[in-house]
């Protein structure tokens, strides 16, 4: 069966230190990966989404950036982190391919970053 | 991209049956309608998808009009546990996987006892 692992859960950062949130993915291959953002009692904001090796897609501009080295692992990441970088990162992923099956998207259980 | 509209909030009682609303008046024709459930500090999760007429599974039941530029989420019997923000999203199934996850701000169910 496939899942997917996010990590860490939580973490406390300072302003203007580095970030790197990994998410992979077992089970499948070839899967589209994305990157959300949700600041709190708001809605999922979608940050990156990817559909292969290196090849990754912004949705909004920010100091963030995503990085796919491998097929079924997803990295984000940051040099200077600001304070309203602030929030809940969830991974998820979906099956590639022009059938229903990928309207469907397995989440990571998020990781909650706190910027000091 | 097919932009939807939900209602911000909605408030029920248990074991009330309760219906979500979404509005997408601008669906493709190869658009799928999927809805999905979250709770606080998890990701979302899938409850139920499909193109036309009526879909159920265990959890609940999607009805969709000839149109198609709606759709109806319905919740069966709801308990306290389903208290939660529900999302619809309006994509077409596609190698990029952009459009099918695009999120609005969905509603949050509130169930009373």
């Known amino acids: 069966s496939q899942t997917i692992h996010q990590w860490p859960a939580t973490l406390v950062q300072p302003v203007g230190s580095p970030l790197s949130l990994e998410c992979t993915v077992e089970?499948?291959?070839?899967?589209?990966l994305y990157w959300y953002r949700q600041a709190a009692g708001r809605g999922l904001q979608l940050l990156f989404y990817?559909?292969?090796?290196?090849?990754i897609s912004s949705e909004v501009p920010q100091n963030l950036s995503a990085s796919r080295p491998q097929d079924r692992q997803f990295i984000l990441s940051s040099k200077k982190l600001l304070l309203s970088d602030s929030g809940f990162y969830l991974c998820?992923?979906?099956?590639?391919?022009?059938?229903?099956?990928?309207?469907?998207?397995?989440f990571g259980q998020g990781t909650r970053l706190t910027v000091v | 991209l097919a932009k939807t509209t939900q209602p911000i909030s909605m408030d029920s009682y248990e074991g009330q049956e309760v219906n979500i609303t979404c509005s997408h008046n601008?669906?493709?024709?190869?658009?799928?309608i999927t809805w999905y459930q979250q709770f606080p500090s998890q990701g979302p999760r899938f409850i139920i998808q499909?193109?036309?007429t009526k879909v159920t599974n265990e959890v609940a039941s999607l009805f969709i009009p000839a149109d198609r530029k709606s759709s109806t989420l319905s919740l069966p019997r709801v308990s306290l546990s389903d208290t939660a923000v529900y999302y619809c999203?309006?994509?077409?199934?596609?190698?990029?996987?952009?459009?099918?996850?695009?999120f609005g701000s969905g509603t949050r169910l509130q169930v009373q006892p």
């Open positions: 998820a992923w979906s099956v590639q391919g022009t059938t229903a099956s990928n309207t469907e998207a397995f």
């Open positions: 999203l309006v994509g077409v199934p596609m190698d990029t996987g952009r459009r099918a996850l695009t």
């Open positions: 990817s559909v292969g090796i290196g090849q």
């Open positions: 499909g193109y036309k």
């Open positions: 089970g499948t291959s070839n899967p589209n």
């Open positions: 601008n669906i493709a024709t190869n658009d799928y």
